[in-house]
């Protein structure tokens, strides 16, 4: 049976309607396409409300099963996803009652992974990011376990309204309760702070400590702090937590982790070689209720899954520093296209006897004006559409230097920008689009605003007084809050991030979508209309910042390369 899933921004529920609701009417395939799918996504919510305790294992497999067991009484497949977290937080309580305060502590809980050192390893955080993660460590169980779910909605995998129904609380409770707990993740997040400075005061005050984080700690520690001028004096700007969360993926299943379900005859997993990982169609249905989600794993007879290998995902970059913040980028010294370009190619009919490729596309010269904000854009041409696949998946969230995704096929590709003066402000270092083999062609903007329109009295996308201005190269686009592109073959985004703090986050779409978000206007909401680029012809605009090349440094290629 087949079974297609269109990404949507509504919830991750709908995405997966035809999957679940063939799994209720007995499809097998389906029921393992949904543990599959949605395992990771439980593992982390346990993994980081239990700080990595002996008893994950055992939750995360109960939650599994029980939601298994009870898939026919989900009335509504929408809801998928906050039913299934709603089951894991249930689980995680369930555990806590039935366990006594002196079973928790020591032996078991050190026996196991610390799952805030887990997702510093696995996802390499440095800098504030990391800082957030260590912080964990520092809360009480029942704070963990609403960081477990704001976490997940400050990344955009949970809304409010699903926090509140895992939580069991109103909205309006989760709000307060969402707050102390930030409050107190702050106020964690400068003990791991103070820890890595080098106050004596600090140093004598925890000689006697076994380095256990617990709350008689905490509160010591939080003390020394309020009233030692050294350990306050945090000359690095601090970042608000919501803000680093964003882009932080979800840590992957452990290699070696193991989910054995004894389904009965509701399931029967086909047996496979151990050595076989999860295939390619298996690894995009993970990574679509995952803000990024790297594992492997072989699927063995009587419904066992073993994470088995971890492919290689993008290496991420430091986060802001004291020197970053301080000093703008140097400048990148100008590159002769001729140097840092190879001929133009497409991909070669054999390999001894390579088929160039002509120029083609329009190369942006000239700076262009926002458009009048009622001014309702031209007819968005309708290019052939195979399909575009993303070694990210269906989101690919870049956040740090270093990391990049590759897009192959034939169709429309989404680029959101997020621009953080309030992290850090100066000179930007573009993104570049390396190693094109085909077409490229920049389509359309949208997004209902540019990102230099105004968003308070003094203020723009781009930063304002109090927080300083992100500022673009010399004769670059303007960008706009998203950015649509058309790929015919193959080509690599980077994220060059030097100066300036910026992410973006890629999405494979639809000329359906681009046309839809260009024509939502200001009586809809949006401060403009959206802008449509594409004349339908190959000599359409091409992006700036692009090369059939693959210099070793992305953000050398020049700002007018021609394709």
Not at 210 to 231: E, F, M, Q, T
Request: charged share 20%; with cysteine.
């Amino acid at each position: 049976m087949s079974r297609e899933r269109t990404y949507v921004d509504e919830g991750a529920g709908r995405q997966w309607r035809s999957t679940i609701a063939a799994a209720q009417a007995g499809d097998r395939q389906a029921l393992d396409e949904l543990v599959e799918g949605w395992l990771p996504l439980v593992y982390n919510v346990v993994g980081r409300a239990l700080n990595g305790h002996a008893d994950v294992d055992d939750v995360v497999q109960e939650t599994m099963l029980r939601a298994v067991d009870n898939l026919g009484s989900l009335r509504d497949p929408d809801s998928f996803r906050s039913w299934l977290v709603a089951i894991a937080m249930r689980q995680i309580r369930d555990r806590a009652r039935r366990k006594q305060p002196a079973h928790l502590d020591e032996s078991a809980a050190h026996e196991a992974t610390d799952f805030a050192e887990l997702t510093v390893l696995r996802l390499q955080l440095q800098g504030q990011r990391r800082e957030v993660a260590e912080a964990v460590r520092w809360l009480d169980d029942e704070d963990r376990q609403l960081l477990s779910l704001w976490w997940l909605e400050v990344a955009g995998e949970l809304t409010r309204r699903e926090l509140a129904a895992a939580a069991g609380i109103s909205r309006q409770h989760a709000a307060v309760r969402v707050q102390r707990v930030k409050e107190r993740l702050e106020t964690a997040r400068g003990i791991v702070r103070a820890l890595d400075g080098a106050c004596p005061g600090l140093r004598e005050l925890t000689a006697r400590w076994n380095g256990r984080p617990d709350s008689v700690w905490r509160k010591r520690l939080a003390r020394h702090i309020r009233g030692c001028g050294y350990c306050g004096d945090t000359r690095e700007a601090v970042v608000p937590a919501e803000r680093l969360l964003v882009g932080i993926a979800l840590v992957p299943i452990p290699v070696g982790f193991t989910l054995s379900l004894a389904w009965g005859g509701k399931t029967a997993v086909a047996a496979t070689a151990a050595s076989v990982g999860w295939s390619a169609k298996v690894m995009a249905a993970i990574t679509q209720p995952a803000v990024a989600v790297t594992a492997g794993a072989t699927l063995v007879a009587g419904g066992a899954y073993v994470v088995t290998q971890t492919p290689q995902s993008p290496p991420r970059a430091a986060a802001p520093t004291t020197a970053s913040t301080a000093r703008p980028p140097a400048p990148t010294p100008p590159v002769s296209p001729t140097a840092t370009l190879s001929p133009p190619s497409s991909p070669a009919p054999s390999p001894s006897q390579p088929r160039k490729t002509g120029l083609y596309g329009t190369v942006v010269d000239a700076v262009d004006k926002a458009p009048d904000p009622n001014a309702e854009p031209a007819a968005l041409p309708h290019r052939r559409e195979s399909g575009v696949t993303s070694t990210w998946g269906a989101k690919a969230v870049m956040q740090h230097r270093g990391e990049k995704v590759t897009l192959s096929g034939q169709g429309y590709v989404l680029v959101r920008w997020q621009i953080s003066p309030q992290s850090r402000p100066g000179a930007l270092v573009m993104p570049t689009w390396t190693g094109l083999k085909g077409r490229l062609f920049h389509v359309a903007s949208g997004g209902g605003r540019r990102m230099d329109d105004t968003t308070g009295p003094d203020t723009t996308g781009m930063g304002g007084p109090d927080t300083g201005y992100t500022v673009l190269p010399d004769g670059t686009q303007q960008m706009w809050q998203n950015e649509y592109f058309y790929v015919d073959g193959s080509v690599t985004l980077n994220q060059n991030e030097r100066g300036a703090d910026y992410g973006v986050i890629v999405f494979p779409s639809t000329w359906e979508a681009a046309e839809k978000d260009v024509r939502t206007g200001p009586d809809q909401g949006a401060i403009r209309y959206g802008q449509v680029r594409d004349n339908g012809k190959d000599t359409a605009p091409v992006p700036q910042y692009v090369t059939r090349g693959t210099p070793a440094d992305p953000a050398t290629v020049p700002q007018r390369s021609r394709v």
